[in-house]
């Protein structure tokens, strides 16, 4: 699913890094459609929501899969609801939801439901929470080390597109040549929104900080970058062209997304995944392997990191929407596992 595009530069202002510290001069609390999010006991929440925007570059899950994946788009139990309810004998129940990772008012606004699950729930699960040191690791792991260029890779014509595209996100120069074409997807990958905004996922995690919740990292930041670089460098160069070459038409994919995702509606936003591969199949070769790496692969591992604390219940766990459907969602896996799921918004 989606996520807006990053500087990832740690000395640029406007980045992920930079804004860590720009928020700490405002203070804002979560607002949702039936009330507040966060407690209403007038705390200060930046200093959780700028530790939550630092995991923001390290989700590729919907900046790549969420815009470029192609996904099997069949008939399927869990093609519609975002939260379900999770019970199991003797344990409190616990709750999957799957969030789109944009900072769209629409997105972040909440319904009762969703905030009561969330309430009453002892633990937070999210896909990856990090530190300092692994931004720093991150950042670093989007730069070649061993002498190769972006822009021979890509293609004199395209480098300058992409140039064109980031416009005055683009980062400097030596950085852009540098740069991962998986890296370079990324940036580009989400459209432009005010930097300062958090996204939905962020806003969770800082209510979660506030309320002194359980923390569960379903993901090591480290095993998204090596998702990341196994997928083969010729499927890297053909999505991100793709990008470039279609930016307007993906850039229109994302207000499809944000409205099936408003309706619940799980297959069709498989579906429109599905659709940018725009009937190539050598495109649709290079999807498969970019959804197995990042959707499938990165679905079974947070089922592993979740093994033993749903066990325990009250855990609320919020992952891209794209990660619950299909036959290897994490739903289909769940009920495998003998969980009951009851599909509640």
Not at 245 to 268: V, Y
């Amino acid at each position: 699913m989606l996520r807006r595009r990053e500087s990832l530069e740690p000395g640029d202002p406007s980045s992920y890094y930079g804004r860590r510290r720009l928020a700490q001069a405002a203070a804002a609390n979560t607002t949702v459609a039936h009330g507040p999010l966060t407690p209403p006991m007038g705390r200060d929440v930046t200093a959780s929501r700028s530790r939550s925007s630092r995991r923001r570059a390290l989700a590729p899950g919907f900046l790549l899969a969420g815009v470029l994946t192609a996904t099997v788009a069949c008939a399927d139990p869990f093609d519609h609801g975002l939260l379900w309810r999770l019970e199991r004998p003797g344990v409190p129940p616990s709750y999957i939801f799957g969030t789109l990772h944009s900072a769209d008012p629409r997105v972040t606004r909440l319904p009762a439901t969703v905030v009561g699950a969330f309430a009453s729930c002892r633990s937070f699960a999210m896909e990856i929470h990090l530190s300092d040191a692994d931004e720093a690791r991150f950042f670093e792991a989007t730069q070649f080390e061993d002498g190769q260029r972006l822009e021979p890779l890509l293609g004199a014509n395209d480098y300058a597109r992409l140039r064109e595209i980031l416009g005055d996100q683009a980062p400097a120069e030596d950085i852009l040549a540098r740069t991962k074409p998986w890296a370079a997807l990324l940036r580009i990958a989400s459209p432009r929104v005010a930097s300062a905004a958090a996204t939905l996922d962020d806003e969770l995690f800082a209510t979660a900080m506030l309320r002194r919740m359980g923390m569960v990292g379903l993901e090591l930041p480290d095993e998204q970058i090596v998702a990341l670089d196994s997928i083969p460098i010729d499927s890297q160069i053909a999505l991100l062209r793709h990008a470039i070459e279609h930016r307007p038409l993906l850039e229109a994919r994302l207000e499809s997304t944000i409205r099936a995702w408003l309706d619940r509606d799980l297959a069709t936003i498989a579906r429109i995944n599905l659709a940018s591969a725009d009937g190539d199949p050598a495109l649709e070769r290079h999807q498969v392997l970019l959804t197995r790496r990042i959707v499938d692969d990165r679905s079974a591992l947070m089922m592993y990191r979740l093994f033993l604390p749903l066990r325990a219940g009250g855990v609320f766990v919020a992952v891209g929407a794209l990660h619950l459907h299909g036959a290897k969602g994490m739903l289909a896996q769940l009920k495998a596992q003998g969980y009951k799921l009851r599909r509640v918004y």
